[in-house]
C-alpha cells in the first residue's frame, strides 16, 4: 500500500476534519497533478541555488512529476518568499529558503508583506553549513579566551559579508555572549572579507565552512571555534565555540523547504517523507557535501521549532547590535 493510500485511508476515519482538508478536492486529489516548481528566492549560482537544484533531481524522481527549481532574487529573498505565500496552498508551489529571509528578515526590512511564522507551512529541513571564527596569523592568539582576552585589552575588528548578513550577525551574536567589543567592517561579501583577513588588514571573522577550510588548511589563517553544536569532520581539532568557553552559541546558515499556508497536512507529509528519503540518498548527500552543505532533514514539527527559535535569537541580536531596518 501506497503512502497515498495509507494517508487517505486514515483521514477517511477520522472525524470531524481539519478545516484544511474539508474540501474532498483537496483531501481526495492525486498529489501531485503537475510539475512542482521550487522557488529559490536568490539568483542562480549561489549556494542555496545549487542545493536546490541536487535537492529537486532527486526529488523529481521520487515523485513521480519535475521538480522545477525557479529563481526569483531580490529584497534580500522577500520577493520569492512572498511569491510562494501568495500561490495556491495545492503543493505544486514550494520555496528552499535559507533562514535569513524567514527568519531574520522580518527585523531587517519595514513593512513586510509577509508573516513566515503565519503564512508558510514548514516541511523539512534541507542542509545546514557551519561557521569558524578564524583570525589572521599575525594577531598572536590560538584560542577563544585568548582572543577574548586581546579584546578585552585594546580594540580588535572583524569584517563580515555585509550588514544584516549571517556573517555579520555571528560576529553580533558572539560580541553579545562573549561580551566583548568588536568593530565590525562590512565587505561586499565573505570572499573579500577573506582576502583582508589574509593579507592581516583585518583581525577576524566569522565565515562559511566549505569557503574558509582551503585557507584553514593552507596555513592562511587560523581557525579558533567552529559555531555548530557539535564538531565538524571537515575539523575535527577546532573545538565548538561552546567547548572553547563561550555558553549557548549557535550560528550558521540553514535551509528548509516551506509551502503556502493552507497545503493540505497529507501533502505536506509526503513532501517532508519523500525529502527524508532524498536526503538519505548517498549520491545526493555527497553532491551536497562537495557544494559545501551537510545534508539534514526534519519534520514539519521540528523545522518549525527551529525557525521559531531562530527568530527568537537574531530579533535580539539585531536589536542589541542597533542594525536599523531598511
Given at each position: 500500500?501506497?503512502?497515498?493510500?495509507?494517508?487517505?485511508?486514515?483521514?477517511?476515519?477520522?472525524?470531524?476534519?481539519?478545516?484544511?482538508?474539508?474540501?474532498?478536492?483537496?483531501?481526495?486529489?492525486?498529489?501531485?497533478?503537475?510539475?512542482?516548481?521550487l522557488v529559490v528566492p536568490f539568483p542562480a549560482g549561489g549556494?542555496?541555488?545549487?542545493v536546490a537544484r541536487i535537492y529537486a533531481a532527486k526529488m523529481s524522481e521520487l515523485l513521480g512529476q519535475p521538480m522545477v527549481v525557479e529563481n526569483r532574487a531580490g529584497a534580500g529573498g522577500n520577493l520569492g518568499i512572498e511569491h510562494v505565500v501568495r500561490s495556491a496552498p495545492d503543493g505544486h508551489a514550494l520555496v528552499l529558503s535559507s533562514n535569513g529571509p524567514v527568519a531574520v528578515n522580518?527585523?531587517?526590512?519595514?513593512?513586510?508583506?509577509?508573516?513566515?511564522?503565519h503564512d508558510l507551512a514548514p516541511v523539512s529541513m534541507t542542509f545546514r553549513i557551519e561557521q569558524v571564527l578564524v583570525v589572521r596569523n599575525s594577531l598572536g592568539v590560538d584560542s577563544v579566551a585568548a582572543f577574548i582576552a586581546l579584546a578585552r585589552q585594546r580594540e580588535l575588528n572583524w569584517?563580515?559579508?555585509?550588514?544584516?548578513?549571517?556573517?555579520?550577525?555571528?560576529?553580533?551574536?558572539?560580541?553579545?555572549?562573549?561580551?566583548?567589543?568588536?568593530?565590525?567592517v562590512p565587505y561586499r561579501g565573505g570572499a573579500p572579507a577573506m582576502n583582508d583577513l589574509v593579507a592581516g588588514n583585518i583581525d577576524a571573522m566569522f565565515d562559511s565552512l566549505p569557503s574558509c577550510v582551503p585557507q584553514i588548511r593552507g596555513g592562511r589563517v587560523r581557525a579558533l571555534a567552529i559555531c555548530a553544536a557539535r564538531r565538524h569532520a571537515l575539523l575535527p581539532e577546532v573545538p565548538t565555540m561552546q567547548e572553547a568557553g563561550v555558553a549557548n552559541y549557535v550560528a550558521g546558515?540553514?535551509?528548509?523547504?516551506?509551502?503556502?499556508?493552507?497545503?493540505?497536512?497529507?501533502?505536506?507529509?509526503?513532501?517532508a517523507e519523500a525529502t527524508a528519503e532524498a536526503l538519505a540518498h548517498p549520491p545526493t548527500r555527497e553532491a551536497l557535501?562537495?557544494?559545501?552543505?551537510?545534508?539534514q532533514s526534519s519534520t514539519p514539527q521540528e523545522l518549525a521549532a527551529m525557525l521559531q527559535a531562530e527568530i527568537a535569537q537574531w530579533g535580539v541580536v539585531v536589536r542589541e547590535a542597533g542594525i536599523t531596518p531598511a
Open positions: 500500500m501506497t503512502f497515498r493510500l495509507t494517508r487517505r485511508a486514515l483521514l477517511a476515519a477520522a472525524a470531524p476534519l481539519p478545516a484544511a482538508l474539508a474540501s474532498p478536492a483537496l483531501a481526495q486529489a492525486p498529489w501531485p497533478q503537475r510539475p512542482i516548481r549556494g542555496t541555488d545549487v522580518r527585523f531587517l526590512f519595514r513593512n513586510l508583506p509577509f508573516d513566515p511564522s569584517g563580515s559579508g555585509g550588514t544584516g548578513s549571517s556573517l555579520h550577525l555571528a560576529g553580533e551574536l558572539f560580541k553579545l555572549r562573549a561580551g566583548v567589543n568588536l568593530v565590525h546558515t540553514w535551509g528548509g523547504i516551506f509551502a503556502p499556508r493552507g497545503t493540505p497536512a497529507p501533502v505536506i507529509a509526503r513532501l557535501a562537495r557544494a559545501g552543505g551537510d545534508a
